[in-house]
């Protein structure tokens, strides 16, 4: 695959997942649902319309700044969409009542485009065709925007400002110790997407440019 053919296969994902997503967030607007910012995948799937429109805007930017801010845009957007596409795989629908969950989390054009279309999109251009971030303190870029969401979503349910939009961030029907955990588990699961993606990326960087 020459350089120019990965360029063109990045730029045509991007382009799709800025529009898959962008459909998304549009219907769920259209549906006049106030807590749209309150859920982790929407925030998801925004800085990932975000992220793909600076790769798309900047992808040819001499600018090594404004590069790396662009990487960790898209880095940011993978490393949510994953964490979005595996708690809904594979611990809502398994664990929940399969078809009703399906049903709710697939079954429109907002809940497919964000939980399946967007995610798988978006991944498999960052890992396998994009230039994407170098350093392992990269990986503080979705553990930090998970951990100020996480916060932000209890501070609120707590204070009975907002409805806690997954079962975990409900303050009131858990004890504190299964809260702690659940929030430790998330924080360990996006630290461990964070890497793999990372390296994933790093690996199959490394593997085209000893072909191209």
């Known amino acids: 695959m020459?350089?120019?053919?990965?360029?063109?296969?990045?730029?045509?994902?991007?382009?799709a997942a800025f529009?898959?997503?962008?459909?998304?967030?549009?219907v769920r607007v259209a549906r006049n649902i106030p807590d749209f910012f309150?859920?982790?995948?929407?925030?998801?799937?925004?800085?990932?319309?975000?992220?793909?429109?600076?790769?798309i805007a900047f992808r040819n930017t001499g600018n090594a700044r404004l590069r790396t801010f662009v990487r960790g845009a898209r880095y940011l957007s993978a490393c949510g969409l994953t964490?979005?596409?595996?708690?809904?795989m594979c611990i809502f629908i398994p664990f929940g009542d399969t078809p009703?969950?399906?049903?709710?989390?697939?079954?429109?054009?907002?809940?497919?485009?964000?939980?399946?279309?967007?995610?798988?999109?978006?991944?498999?251009s960052y890992v396998w065709f994009e230039e994407g971030v170098k350093t392992?303190?990269?990986?503080?870029?979705?553990?930090?925007?998970?951990?100020?969401?996480a916060f932000t979503v209890y501070a609120l349910n707590f204070l009975r400002l907002a409805?806690?939009?997954?079962?975990?961030f409900e303050?009131?029907?858990h004890p504190v110790p299964e809260l702690i955990a659940w929030f430790f588990g998330l924080m360990l699961l996006v630290a461990a997407i964070g890497t793999v993606i990372r390296l994933a990326n790093l690996k199959l960087s490394k593997a085209k440019e000893k072909t191209i």
């Open 136 to 149: 392992r303190k990269a990986i503080l870029i979705p553990f930090i925007a998970t951990a100020i969401y």
């Open 38 to 55: 309150l859920y982790y995948t929407q925030l998801s799937n925004v800085a990932a319309v975000i992220g793909s429109a600076l790769f």
């Open 19 to 26: 529009v898959c997503g962008t459909i998304g967030i549009i």
């Open 100 to 124: 009703a969950m399906i049903s709710r989390l697939l079954g429109h054009v907002n809940g497919f485009m964000h939980h399946l279309v967007c995610p798988v999109i978006s991944v498999i």
């Open 163 to 168: 409805p806690a939009p997954y079962p975990f």
């Open 171 to 173: 303050v009131y029907d």
């Open 83 to 88: 964490m979005t596409f595996l708690v809904v």
């Open 2 to 15: 020459t350089n120019n053919t990965v360029k063109k296969t990045a730029l045509i994902l991007n382009a």
